[in-house]
C-alpha cells in the first residue's frame, strides 16, 4: 500500500486559492489510511472555511474514484465532473494525481497529500512500514524474508559489514536493526545458512533506476491471434 | 398443583432489578415490589463505583428505565407483603399499597407540586444533608416518576392540589390491598447502613463534623447537596484534613456486628480517591485494621490510590473521636505500628459504616417463614447461595450476607437461574403478546408530519407560548397537522394522537415535550398501535432542555422551542420505518469447562430442558475442587463433586466431550458452530448450539523452584498438600509441634499483582482442622492482610480464640526459610515485633490462584472476547454484567473471571446459566431497529469498522471470499461508530445518521438571533450528556437560551464532518459533549470521539476558525450543574469571539438564512 500523509490545510489552500470551484477527487484505492469520500468531504469542508476566512467563496464537489493510477477507472469515473470546474485537488498517492493530470490534460490536479512510501500495515504495533523498495531483482528467497534493500543502509547484497554491533548498524548511531543479522538469524533458525554463506553476484541497479516502466500483459482481441498463440 | 408463571420480587435495588429483568426476559410475569417510592435502592444514592469509577447513577439510570418499561415487569411501588400462603410453585400473596394520595396513573412526574409545596423536610435520599417538599419523588432519574406525599410532613395545605394541572392528586386515597398467585418468590430487601446515632459512635450525632460514608457519598455526588464540592456540614468550609475510619459497626461485637461487611475497604478508597479528584487540596487518611481488597483489580485501585493520588493509610483501629469546641475540627488518637502514639487533628472525619441487616427484614422472614442466622441475616447454603430454608423462595444480594455489587448481581441472576428450575414448565404461560395493526407503508409517500405540542401542566406553558409554537409548526412545510394538548403523554392524548393519525393520514409524528429518554418508547408505542413504525417517531425537548432551563427569558424559550420543534421536523422528514429482524434460536447450550461451575451451570440448563454440551479438556469432571475437602464452614466438597458428576452422568440432555480440544467456535448469539476432537481417539465432533457459557476455571499457583525452599524440601507444602494431609491422612501431623502458614505466595506482588481471595480463609480452614486434628500444634500464621470477608470473619475470631497466632509482614520483607538441623526455622522482620524467628516441623505456603494463561488466550481468540493483565476473562461490564461478555449469547463464570469461593463460583454458574436462559428461552430473538448498515456497493473492503466496532459486530468477511463489510444485526448496538470512521460512506447508522443528523444541524444554525448573541450546536450523547442536560433541566440549572442541542446515540457515531458542518452551515460555537472516558455505554466509542474531535481541534487555527469556538467535553448523567456551567462559560467564550462572520474577511459572506 502506498502510505500517504495529507498536506497542512495552508498549503493545499495556496495551491488552489485562485479557483472558485474545485473537484475534489477521493481514491479508494490503496492509499492508506483510506481517503475516500468521508475524507474528501472533511477537506472540502475544511477548505471551503478557510476560503471563507480570506473572504472568498469556495464552490466544490467531493467524489471519489475506485482508483486513480487508473487511466480508464480515473477516465471514465471523473470525466463527467470535470467540465464544471477550474481545478482538481486529488486525495491519492503521487501516482493518481500524475495520471489525473495525464488524462485530464486541460484540467490542473494538485495534490492534497504528500506520498511516503510503499509500506505494510501492522495493525498490532499501529505502524507502517517500507519492507520493500521495489529494486527489481528480488533477493527475499535467499534472505529468509528480510529484504536487504529495504533494511541495510547500505543496501549491500552480501552482508553483515564492520558497521554492526550487537546486531545494530552504525548508520545512524546504532537505533536501527542491522538487516544482515536478522538474515542471519532468520536462516540459522530454518537450518539455511546455506543460503547465506553462498556468495551474490553484484546487483543490476539500472533496474532500480527511475523512470521505471513495465507492459502490461497484452490481451490478444483478434480471434485468429488468439488461437495461433494456443497452438 | 399447577405450577404459576409469575414471579415476586422483593426489593427493587439493583438486585431485584436484575433478578425481575432475567425473569422477565425469560419468559415470566415478575411482581416488583418495593417499598419507596422508586426502585434503584442504595446504588441511586452513589457518586461513583469502584473499582473503575464508573458514575454510580450513570450505568443505572438504563437498567431504572428498562425495567420500568419492561413488558413482563409490573412495578408496584410503596408495597410491602403482607402475607403467604401455598407452597412451592403457587403462592398467594397479599400485598399492601400505601396511599401516595395521588393517582399513579395520573401523576406525569411533572413537579410543580414539589416547587409549590411550603413544607421543608429532611431529604433521606441526600441522607439529610438537605431538604425536601412533603410531596416529592425520590431522585430525579426516579423510576416510575411518580411523586407521593409524605404524610408525616404534610400540612394539608393543599397547595398541591391546586396547582396540579393533570388532577392527579387526591388526599382521599386509602391504601390499596391487592393479592396475587406468584410461582415463586425472591428477597432482595438490601441491607441498611449501620447507623451510629444512638449511642453517639464516634460522636456521630453530637459534632456536626463527623459523617458517615453514606453521607459522604452524597456530599461528593454532582446532584447532591453541595453538587460535588466537598464541604463539611459544621461551617461550609472545604475541609483539608479528612479521616477516614474504617469497621465502624463491623468486625467490632461491641458496636454493630461481628462479620465483615466486605465493601467497606473499596468504598472507603474510592471516596477517598474521588475526594482528591474533585479538590485536589484535600488530604485524605484511611485508618484500617486490614484493608481488605480481595476483588478482581481492587489491589490495583488501593495501589493508585496510595501511590498516584496521595492517599494515606494509617493501620491503626481508632477508639474514640474527640472536637475542638471552637472550630469543630477533630482530633484522633492513634498508635503507629511500631507503638508510637500520635494525636493529630482533623477537619472532617467519615466512618465507615458497616452493612446491617435492613431493619424490615425480621418482619419480613416472620411472615415468609424463612429462617435467619445469627446476625439476622438470611440463612443459606455454601452449596446453594441462593436458597432460603423454605422451597420455593429465593434470596440474593446483602439480605444473605455483605456483600459488593457485582457479587449481588450475580446472585440476583443466580436466584432468577434457581426459578428458572422450579417453574420451567409454566414458563410463558402468563405472557400476553400484544395484537398489534399491520404496518401501514409509507415508502415512497411525501412526509405527512404531525405535530403534538405539550403544556406539561405549566411546566412548559408557564415559560414558553406553546399556542404560537403550534401555529407556528403549522405553517412548516410537510407539516399536516399540529395541536397542543395539557399533558401529551397522558391516557387520552394517546387516543387522540392515534385518531389523528388516522383522520390525517399522518406518517411522521413529533411531540414536544419532555425527554426522550423516559417518554420516547410511550409514544413509540402509541403511534404503533395506529399502525405507523414506531421509527417514525422524534420528540423535541421543549421541557427538560428548554423551559426549565430558561425560566427567566419567555420569548428567547419560545423561539428555541420553535428551532427545536423545526429541528425535529427536519430530521423527521428523512425518517425511514425500520424493521427488527427476526433470528430463531438454537435451544442448545455449550458450557466450556467440566469444574463445579460448568456442571452447575449445565444441569441448570439441562433441568430446564435445553440440551447441553459439557466440554473438559481433562479426562475427570470436578475441576480444581478435587483437591479440595471442605469449605470454611465444614460442608463436603467431594460429595458434592461425587453428586454433581453422578447428576450430569445420569441426565440424558447433557452429553459430556472429555479429553476435548476445541478446535473452532463460529457463528454468532443464536446460531454458533463448535468443532472439536474428543476422547483417546481424537473423535471429530460438530454441533449448533444458542449460546456459550466460559467456565474454564483456573489453578493453584505452583511456587517456582526454591520459592520458599518449595521443592527443595519436602516439608514445605503448599496449603492444598496440607489440606490433603488433614484429611486424608492425618497421623503425620500428629507428631508435629509446629506449622507455619505464610499468606500471599504468588499473590498481590509484581507478577500477579491481584488478590486470590480465597488463601486467607482456606489457611484459617486448615489451621482450625489441624487444631481439632492436635491440639497442642502451634500454629503461626504469616500474613499481609487477613481478608476473610463477609460471615468468614467469624473463623478467623475463632482461629484467634484456638490460639493460632497471626503475625504481619510487609510485602518488602516476606519470611526467610533456613534449614536447620533437622526442622526448618522462619526469619520475618516484622513491623510491629521487629526480628523474630520460629522453628517449624511444617510450612504451609498460601499459594493464589492462577489463571490459564495462554489457553485462556486462544479461547478468547476463537470467541473473540477479550482477557484482562493476568489473563481471567473479562466481563462486559465489571459492576452491572459480571456474567455477559460484551459479545451478546457468551457467558462467564468461576474462577475463569477471576478468584472466587466455591459458594461463589455455584452462584456464577447459575447467574451465567440465567442470562443464558433469557436467549435459550426464546424461539425467536429480535434484532434493535436502530442498527448500521452496510453499502455493499460502496465498501472498499479496509476494515476500519471493525477496528472501531467494540462488540465485533461489524467487519470484512474475509474468509468468503468478498472483500466487502458485513454488519450482523444480533450483535449491533447502534452506536454508529462504524458509520463516523467508514471512510467511503458505505456505512449508514439508522435513526441518527447524516441524513437525519445533517438537516438539524442546518436548522440549528440557521438561528438568526441578534444583539451578538452567539448560535451554538451542541451534539450530545444519548446515555451521559443527553442525560446530564435532563438534569440541568430537572434541577432548573439556567443557561443561555443559544444552544440547540441534537441528540446522538454515542459520540463517537459523530463524524468529523457533520461537526464541520455545523461551522459552515454558520454556527458560532460546536459543543460535543460524552460519556467520561471509561464510562462509555458503547464500552469505548468516546475513545473515538476523542481521536477525531482532537483531529479537528489541531486544524480549525489553520482553517481561519478560532479553536476556542469548539468545545469537547465530558459530561456524566448526574452532572447537571456541570453542563449548565459549561453552557454558561462556553457561550460567554464564543459572545466575546463574536460572530462566525467576524473571523471572515468578506463580511458579505452571509451564512445565515
Redesign the interface.
Known amino acids: 500500500m502506498i502510505i500517504t500523509q495529507q498536506k497542512d490545510i495552508e498549503e493545499i489552500y495556496d495551491m488552489i486559492k485562485s479557483y472558485s470551484k474545485i473537484l475534489i477527487v477521493g481514491c479508494d484505492g490503496c492509499c492508506q489510511p483510506p481517503r475516500s469520500i468521508n475524507e474528501a468531504k472533511v477537506l472540502a469542508q475544511m477548505l471551503e472555511l478557510k476560503a471563507r476566512s480570506e473572504g472568498k467563496e469556495l464552490k466544490w464537489k467531493a467524489i471519489t474514484v475506485l482508483r486513480q493510477c487508473d487511466d480508464r477507472i480515473a477516465a471514465t469515473t471523473v470525466r463527467p465532473f470535470i467540465e464544471h470546474y477550474d481545478a482538481i485537488v486529488s486525495l491519492s498517492c503521487g501516482l493518481g494525481v500524475v495520471m489525473m493530470n495525464k488524462v485530464f490534460e486541460n484540467i490542473l490536479t494538485y495534490p492534497a497529500q504528500n506520498s511516503l512510501f510503499g509500506g505494510a500495515e501492522n495493525n498490532a504495533e499501529n505502524y507502517f512500514a517500507e519492507y520493500c523498495e521495489t529494486c527489481g531483482e528480488c533477493l527475499l528467497g535467499v534472505t529468509g524474508g528480510v529484504c536487504p534493500m529495504a533494511g541495510c543502509a547500505k543496501n549491500l547484497s552480501n552482508g553483515p559489514c564492520g558497521g554492526t554491533v550487537g546486531g545494530k548498524c552504525e548508520v545512524g548511531g546504532y537505533t536501527h536493526d542491522c538487516a544482515w543479522v536478522k538474515i542471519w538469524d532468520r536462516l540459522r533458525k530454518f537450518n539455511r545458512l546455506d543460503l547465506f554463506n553462498k556468495y551474490r553476484p553484484p546487483r543490476n541497479y539500472r533496474k532500480w533506476s527511475s523512470p521505471r516502466f513495465a507492459e502490461i500483459n497484452k490481451t490478444y482481441t483478434n480471434e485468429e491471434e488468439t488461437m495461433e498463440e494456443e497452438k | 398443583m399447577e405450577k404459576v408463571g409469575s414471579v415476586l420480587v422483593i426489593g427493587g435495588g439493583i438486585a431485584g432489578i436484575q433478578a425481575s429483568m432475567d425473569l422477565g426476559d425469560s419468559g415470566y410475569k415478575v411482581y416488583l415490589v418495593e417499598s419507596t417510592m422508586s426502585i434503584g435502592g442504595v446504588m441511586s444514592q452513589l457518586d461513583k463505583t469502584f473499582p473503575t469509577n464508573d458514575c454510580a447513577i450513570c450505568i443505572l439510570a438504563p437498567k431504572l428505565v428498562a425495567a420500568g418499561r419492561h413488558e413482563n415487569i409490573n412495578l408496584l411501588i410503596n408495597t410491602t407483603l403482607e402475607k403467604i400462603s401455598g407452597k412451592a410453585g403457587n403462592f398467594k400473596v397479599d400485598l399492601k399499597q400505601k396511599s401516595l394520595y395521588l393517582d399513579q396513573e395520573t401523576c406525569t412526574g411533572c413537579g410543580v407540586c414539589a416547587q409549590e409545596c411550603p413544607v421543608e423536610a429532611i431529604d433521606f435520599f441526600n441522607e439529610g444533608l438537605s431538604k425536601r417538599a412533603a410531596i416529592s419523588v425520590k431522585f430525579p432519574q426516579a423510576v416510575p416518576l411518580v411523586f407521593s406525599i409524605n404524610q408525616e410532613v404534610c400540612i394539608g395545605c393543599g397547595f398541591c392540589k391546586g396547582v396540579c394541572k393533570a388532577k392527579a392528586i387526591d388526599y382521599t386515597l386509602k391504601d390499596k390491598k391487592t393479592s396475587l398467585n406468584v410461582g415463586a418468590v425472591v428477597l432482595a430487601p438490601g441491607f441498611d447502613e449501620y447507623d451510629p446515632e444512638p449511642t453517639h459512635h464516634y460522636g456521630f450525632g453530637k459534632f456536626p463534623n463527623v459523617v458517615t460514608s453514606i453521607q459522604f457519598e452524597r456530599i461528593l455526588s454532582a446532584s447532591g447537596p453541595h453538587s460535588g464540592l466537598i464541604l463539611r456540614p459544621s461551617d461550609g468550609i472545604i475541609p483539608k484534613k479528612i479521616a477516614f475510619l474504617q469497621c465502624v459497626g463491623s468486625r467490632d461485637k461491641k458496636h454493630g456486628a461481628e462479620y465483615c461487611s466486605s465493601v467497606c475497604c473499596m468504598y472507603t478508597a474510592k471516596e477517598a480517591v474521588i475526594a482528591k479528584e474533585h479538590m485536589p487540596l484535600v488530604q485524605p487518611t484511611i485508618f484500617s485494621m486490614d484493608i481488605r481488597a480481595c476483588g478482581k483489580d481492587f489491589d490495583k485501585y488501593i495501589d493508585r490510590a496510595q501511590n498516584e493520588y496521595g492517599v494515606r493509610y494509617i493501620r491503626s483501629r481508632i477508639s474514640s473521636v474527640k472536637e475542638i469546641s471552637e472550630s469543630n475540627d477533630l482530633i484522633l488518637n492513634y498508635e503507629t505500628e511500631n507503638g508510637e502514639i500520635v494525636e493529630e487533628v482533623f477537619n472532617l472525619v467519615i466512618l465507615a459504616v458497616g452493612a446491617m441487616p435492613n431493619r424490615s427484614t425480621k418482619e419480613l422472614a416472620k411472615t415468609l417463614g424463612v429462617e435467619l442466622n445469627e446476625e439476622f441475616f438470611c440463612k443459606t447454603k455454601p452449596f446453594s447461595p441462593v436458597e432460603t430454608s423454605k422451597e420455593g423462595i429465593y434470596v440474593c444480594g446483602m439480605f444473605s450476607e455483605p456483600k459488593d455489587i457485582p457479587e449481588t448481581v450475580v446472585e440476583a441472576s443466580a436466584a432468577a437461574g434457581a426459578v428458572n428450575i422450579l417453574l420451567s414448565e409454566a414458563r410463558n404461560t402468563l405472557i400476553e403478546e400484544k395484537k398489534l395493526p399491520k404496518e401501514i407503508d409509507i415508502i415512497g409517500e411525501p412526509p405527512r408530519i404531525g405535530v403534538f405540542v405539550c403544556h406539561c401542566g405549566i411546566n412548559i406553558a408557564g415559560v414558553v407560548d406553546v399556542a404560537d409554537v403550534v401555529d407556528y409548526a403549522n405553517k412548516l412545510p410537510d407539516v399536516a397537522y399540529a395541536e397542543k394538548n395539557l399533558y401529551t403523554c397522558s391516557a387520552d392524548t394517546q387516543t387522540n394522537i392515534k385518531e389523528k393519525i388516522k383522520e390525517y393520514n399522518l406518517n411522521r409524528v413529533i411531540v414536544a415535550s419532555c425527554t426522550p429518554r423516559t417518554h420516547e418508547p410511550l409514544f413509540q408505542a402509541t403511534i404503533r398501535e395506529a399502525g405507523l413504525n414506531k421509527y417514525l417517531f422524534d420528540l423535541a425537548n421543549i421541557r427538560d432542555q428548554c423551559s426549565w432551563v430558561h425560566m427567566h427569558e419567555p420569548k428567547e424559550a419560545t423561539e428555541k422551542a420553535k428551532d427545536l420543534v423545526r429541528m425535529a421536523i427536519a430530521k423527521a422528514r428523512n425518517l425511514i420505518p425500520l424493521q427488527e429482524q427476526h433470528v430463531s434460536v438454537i435451544h442448545k447450550g455449550l458450557v466450556i469447562g467440566g469444574g463445579v461451575a460448568g456442571m452447575t451451570a449445565a444441569l441448570n440448563l439441562a433441568n430446564q430442558g435445553f440440551e447441553v454440551y459439557l466440554v473438559e479438556k481433562g479426562d475427570k469432571l470436578g475441576g480444581f475442587s478435587k483437591n479440595v475437602y471442605q469449605t470454611i464452614e465444614k460442608y463436603d466438597v467431594q460429595g458434592l463433586i461425587t453428586d454433581l458428576i453422578k447428576k450430569v452422568d445420569d441426565h440424558k440432555l447433557i452429553n459430556v466431550f472429555l479429553n476435548a480440544k476445541i478446535n473452532s467456535i463460529g457463528g454468532y448469539v443464536c446460531n454458533f458452530t463448535t468443532r472439536l476432537t474428543q476422547g483417546k481417539n481424537k473423535e471429530f465432533k460438530e454441533f449448533q448450539h444458542g449460546i456459550i457459557i466460559v467456565a474454564t476455571g483456573a489453578h493453584e499457583y505452583q511456587p517456582k523452584e526454591g520459592e520458599f525452599l518449595y521443592g527443595n524440601d519436602d516439608r514445605v507444602i503448599l496449603q492444598s498438600e496440607l489440606e490433603n494431609l488433614l484429611f486424608t491422612n492425618s497421623e503425620k501431623i500428629n507428631g508435629a509441634e509446629t506449622i507455619v502458614m505464610i499468606q500471599c505466595v504468588g499473590s498481590r506482588n509484581e507478577e500477579h499483582p491481584y488478590c486470590s481471595r480465597m488463601c486467607c480463609s482456606e489457611a484459617i480452614k486448615n489451621a482450625i482442622k489441624a487444631k481439632e486434628v492436635n491440639p497442642n500444634l502451634n500454629i503461626v500464621i504469616f500474613y499481609r492482610d487477613i481478608r476473610t470477608y463477609g460471615f468468614k470473619e467469624k473463623f478467623y475470631n475463632l482461629a484467634r480464640e484456638k490460639g493460632i497466632v497471626f503475625i504481619r509482614f510487609d510485602q518488602e520483607n516476606p519470611p526467610d526459610i533456613v534449614k536447620k538441623g533437622s526442622r526448618l526455622s522462619v526469619n520475618v522482620v516484622t513491623p510491629k515485633l521487629g526480628k523474630i524467628s520460629i522453628d517449624t516441623d511444617f510450612i504451609a505456603l498460601s499459594a493464589g490462584i492462577v489463571s490459564n494463561g495462554e489457553e485462556n488466550e486462544e479461547l478468547a481468540k476463537m470467541l473473540k472476547v477479550p482477557v484482562n493483565s493476568e489473563k481471567f476473562f473479562l466481563e462486559a461490564h465489571v459492576k452491572l454484567r459480571p456474567s455477559d461478555f460484551a459479545t451478546d449469547g457468551i457467558f462467564l463464570c468461576g474462577t475463569a473471571r477471576g478468584s472466587a469461593t466455591i459458594s461463589e463460583s455455584i452462584a456464577q454458574a447459575l447467574s451465567a446459566s440465567s442470562r443464558a436462559t433469557t436467549i435459550l428461552s426464546k424461539d425467536i430473538l429480535v434484532t434493535e431497529g436502530i442498527i448500521s448498515k452496510v453499502n455493499p456497493a460502496?465498501c472498499?473492503g479496509?476494515n476500519?469498522c471493525a477496528?472501531v466496532c467494540n462488540y465485533g459486530a461489524v467487519g470484512v468477511r474475509y474468509e468468503e471470499g468478498k472483500m466487502i463489510s458485513e454488519v450482523n444485526p444480533l450483535l449491533c448496538k447502534g452506536c454508529g461508530d462504524c458509520a463516523a470512521e467508514?471512510?467511503?460512506?458505505a456505512i449508514t447508522m439508522s435513526h441518527f445518521g447524516t441524513s437525519q443528523i445533517e438537516p438539524m444541524i442546518a436548522e440549528a444554525a440557521h438561528v438568526e438571533f441578534g444583539n451578538g448573541r452567539p448560535r451554538i450546536v451542541a451534539f450530545l450523547c444519548n446515555w451521559c450528556s443527553y442525560a446530564g442536560a435532563d438534569l440541568a433541566g430537572v434541577s432548573r440549572y439556567q443557561y443561555p437560551p443559544n444552544v440547540r442541542t441534537i441528540r446522538v446515540m454515542c459520540s463517537g457515531g459523530l463524524?468529523?464532518?457533520l461537526i464541520?458542518?455545523a461551522?459552515?452551515e454558520g454556527a458560532d460555537g460546536v459543543f460535543v459533549g460524552g460519556c467520561h472516558i471509561g464510562d462509555c455505554h458503547y464500552i469505548a466509542g468516546n475513545q473515538d470521539t476523542l481521536r477525531r474531535t482532537r483531529d479537528i481541534e489541531s486544524?480549525l487555527e489553520?482553517?481561519?476558525?478560532n479553536p476556542e469556538r469548539f468545545l469537547r467535553k465530558w459530561v456524566s448523567a448526574s452532572e447537571g450543574k456541570l453542563f449548565s456551567e459549561t453552557m454558561i462559560e462556553f457561550v460567554d467564550k464564543v459572545k466575546k469571539l463574536g460572530p462566525i462572520e467576524s473571523?471572515?474577511?468578506?463580511k458579505s459572506?452571509k451564512v445565515s438564512k
Open positions: 460502496l472498499i479496509c476500519r477496528e467508514c471512510p467511503a460512506e463524524p468529523k464532518r464541520l458542518q461551522f459552515l486544524k489553520s482553517i481561519g476558525i473571523e471572515y474577511k468578506n459572506i
